[in-house]
């Protein structure tokens, strides 16, 4: 018999005294909150019965003032105690599904025997609450569980250094409702035995807490400190993402202190995405960080007001318009837009509007000109070059707000306004009666009471038709944002025209030509947001602490500076594959994943490798579609080749996908997609096949998925895993230019279990250097 099974028994009498001990805890919890539900029902029953106010009498308004206040601080701490108590008793309950996933025992240097040190998602005290029965993964002995396998091993503390001594035993648990599944001895990294249980399952709708199967290089990226930025290459199916959101977990740990959910900010691809990532951290027991996408902090900012183009319809237009005649013409002033050059650019222009350029907006009332732009532009000009822009335009905008304070009084004499007066309802004059009394009373004097009521009404008329005027001029909005960008496109303006592309005349003429109908693109709506931000002042959110950008190679330099200028007091924790570039701007181009846009002594770089998503074959398959995909290792999990098949019809094209699909979900696969190229193409797939089978088609604006079949666009499938995955058509016809090879790839590895690809004709060129070994051959 075996180290292991002599030991099982003891393993699984251990888990059993855990849960009894879980039991108990719960049970006083249970009891506990059972009081504190009491007192919050009864708060609330009797909070407004006793209120009975005196109006007459300064004191009981006071003094009931500060019975409902005392009332409801009571209240709210109470309810502050119940969320905590419900807080821990999901804890207790995953812990006795799965007390713990690992155990190191280590003697530390100067003792005579060793600990064991059994590693969970959350720690657990014993009956006395003095000895650690399971520690918590993020503290810091449990790193020794993650960074070390047998022999000497050392971990950090925040009070005593550096702890240094010797693990002997190194052990990792599959326990399921509260029995132990699987055990394993290790050595190094975790092992392949338990990652193969986990990877070799379903994919699911949601991703899931990888705890329990973090590998050394993945913990370097939980545990990093002191770096303002954190840069992660990982190639597809590294786990970044997973090691990020367990980052976070990390972080709100060990700053427990001093650092909220609610002070970090994720921005994610898609808001599909971030659907898929919601679940992780309640899943570890905190709350949920701030999830964003750019495009929705660019459609707060511009979208009442024009109509602006998202990242995906440009990607339509690069993968479906290249017959259009402005084809060219817009891709290089996509590449010229995300550049730094054209930031540059920008700085230079606003610079020279300090003496000479400002373009501002009359402030008009009842088709009347109140201020002229030229009178804006005389005050603003008025005023100390010395001063910053910024400074210029605050103080512009308090003299508007007098000048019409000033033109409002003369206003109220107006035949309009003693029309509208007539009008008004008889809640108005009770108001402006009122108004009398308090001043009769105030000043003891006696007046013709009609004449100033009238005027008192003529007042209030004017003050709300005002309203809105002064609500514009304190949002700047007498500055024309439009017309100062579109001033960027002047042929004649000349700035760095050293900097400036080969086609800029054409750029500039396409540029012009959209922005007069009122239309941002999506590779100007940054670049339109620094340059009002520039003119206005910055636009900077303090309270964020930490920035996690997932999928950011497809942000571009221009994107990440804005970036960096809204958020500067954050730390960034910066995740991303060069190899899954696929938008227009960063195709090719340096993306931030690269450190040439750091200062070395702010960065940390980590790069991942090793692949865990999928097969060794699909791997193998996969990593042949790019250049440099030989750095790229799979985890050693065998499964069947992808196959590749031809077809000659739509028809036939469309019976072999639906025959696919139905033998996959025979075989027990739960999430398969059929990934297209382009929405359109989706679209046309969807209509083709939901007769014939059960699917769901995904758009941009899907907000989460279920199980099943999904049709689905290449670049929204992006940080997503499925089952099975069927790419519809990668002949020629549709995959033919170089520039598409990435977005192939990133389509292919969202497989986690089998790869299907179909071609209707002749096969892309762009799999011409894989491998005929490496893919199977479907007649």
């Known amino acids: 018999m075996t180290e292991i099974k002599k030991d099982w028994k003891k393993e699984q009498e251990r888990i059993d005294s855990i ?11 249970e009891q506990n909150t059972g009081h504190i539900k009491d007192d919050i029902l009864e708060i ?156 070799g399952n379903n994919a699911s709708t949601q991703m899931k807490s990888i705890v329990a199967t973090i590998q050394k290089e993945q913990n370097e990226i939980i545990r990093s400190e002191g770096t303002k930025y954190l840069i992660v290459q990982g190639v597809a199916g590294s786990g970044k993402t997973s090691a990020a959101l367990q980052r976070v977990a990390y972080l709100l740990y060990r700053y427990r202190n001093i650092l909220q959910a609610e002070q970090i900010m994720l921005f994610s691809p898609n808001p599909m995405f971030n659907s898929y990532v919601s679940t992780v951290l309640p899943e570890l027991g905190e709350e949920n960080m701030q999830q964003s996408t750019l495009q929705q902090y660019i459609d707060h900012r511009l979208g009442n007001r024009y109509q602006v183009e998202d990242p995906f319809e440009q990607m339509e237009y690069i993968l479906s318009d290249s017959n259009d005649q402005d084809f060219y013409t817009r891709k290089e002033a996509i590449s010229y837009k995300a550049s730094l050059l054209f930031k540059n650019y920008i700085d230079n222009f606003v610079r020279s509007l300090s003496d000479q350029g400002l373009i501002f907006k009359n402030i008009t009332f009842r088709k009347r000109i109140l201020i002229s732009a030229r009178q804006i532009e005389e005050k603003f000009y008025s005023l100390d070059k010395a001063y910053s822009i910024p400074n210029r335009i605050s103080i512009v905008s308090e003299w508007i707000k007098k000048e ?37 009373k105030d000043t003891e004097e006696t007046f013709d009471d009609f004449e100033q009521e009238q005027l008192i009404l003529a007042k209030e008329v004017v003050n709300k038709r005002f309203k809105p005027l002064l609500a514009k001029v304190k949002r700047l909005e007498f500055i024309d944002h439009m017309a100062l960008y579109k001033s960027l496109f002047n042929h004649d303006l000349k700035i760095s025209d050293e900097s400036l592309p080969v086609n800029w005349v054409q750029i500039c003429e396409y540029t012009l ?25 910055r636009k900077s959110n303090t309270m964020i602490r930490h920035i996690v950008i997932d999928e950011a190679q497809d942000y571009s330099p221009f994107q990440f500076a804005y970036i960096k200028q809204l958020f500067p007091y ?52 996969t990593r042949e579609l790019i250049p440099f995909g030989d750095q790229i290792e799979p985890f050693n999990r065998s499964g069947k080749k992808p196959v590749l098949t031809k077809v000659h019809s ?35 797939v969807y209509q083709a096949l939901k007769h014939q089978v059960e699917a769901r088609l995904i758009k941009k604006g899907t907000l989460s998925y279920e199980k099943g079949i999904l049709v689905i666009p290449a670049y929204l499938a992006k940080g997503i895993e499925f089952d099975g995955v069927i790419l519809y058509n990668i002949s020629q016809d549709v995959y033919r230019s170089e520039d598409e090879r990435k977005l192939l790839y990133t389509a292919s590895t969202r497989a986690m279990h089998e790869l299907h690809l179909f071609s209707l004709g002749k096969i892309s060129f762009l799999l011409d250097d894989v491998s005929e070994q490496r893919y199977q051959i479907h007649n």
Not at 104 to 132: P, Q, T
Not at 650 to 677: D, P
């Open 44 to 199: 609330r029953k009797n909070f407004w019965n006793d209120v009975t106010i005196n109006l007459d009498e300064p004191d009981d308004i006071i003094e009931t003032f500060v019975s409902i206040k005392q009332q409801a601080e009571m209240l709210s701490e109470r309810e502050r105690s119940q969320g905590q108590v419900q807080k821990l008793l999901k804890t207790f309950w995953r812990l006795k599904d799965s007390p713990y996933f690992g155990r190191v025992d280590f003697r530390e240097e100067g003792e005579s025997k060793s600990d064991s040190i059994y590693v969970g998602i959350a720690s657990l005290l014993d009956h006395s609450n003095e000895n650690f029965l399971i520690y918590d993964w993020r503290a810091p002995i449990s790193s020794l569980y993650y960074d070390y396998g047998l022999g000497t091993a050392a971990y950090q503390t925040p009070g005593d250094g550096q702890i240094q001594g010797e693990i002997n035993l190194k052990r990792q648990y599959i326990i399921r409702s509260s029995v132990l599944k699987g055990m394993f001895d290790t050595g190094v990294t975790i092992g392949d035995e338990l990652l193969q249980e986990v990877l």
């Open 513 to 537: 030509n959209r922005l007069k109908r009122f239309e941002i693109l999506y590779e100007d709506s940054v670049p339109f947001l620094y340059l009002q931000d520039l003119i206005e002042g």
């Open 19 to 29: 849960v009894d001990v879980i039991d108990e805890k719960v049970s006083y919890l």
């Open 650 to 684: 739509r028809e036939e094209l469309n019976k072999r996908v639906v025959e696919r699909i139905k033998i996959m979900e025979s075989e027990g696969h739960q999430t398969i997609a059929i990934i297209c190229k382009t929405a359109h193409e989706s679209a046309e």
């Open 404 to 440: 019409l304070k000033k033109l409002a009084r003369l206003e109220r004499k107006k035949e309009w306004v003693e029309q509208e007066v007539q009008l008004l309802d008889k809640e108005d004059y009770l108001e402006a009666f009122k108004q009398l009394q308090k001043k009769r």
């Open 570 to 621: 954050s730390y960034m924790t910066i995740l991303g594959d060069r190899n899954q570039a696929i938008l227009s701007h960063t195709m090719n181009a340096p993306t931030i994943l690269s450190d040439e846009f750091y200062e070395k002594t702010e960065t940390k770089q980590v790069i991942l490798n090793r692949s865990y998503r999928s097969t060794k074959e699909i791997v193998e398959f």
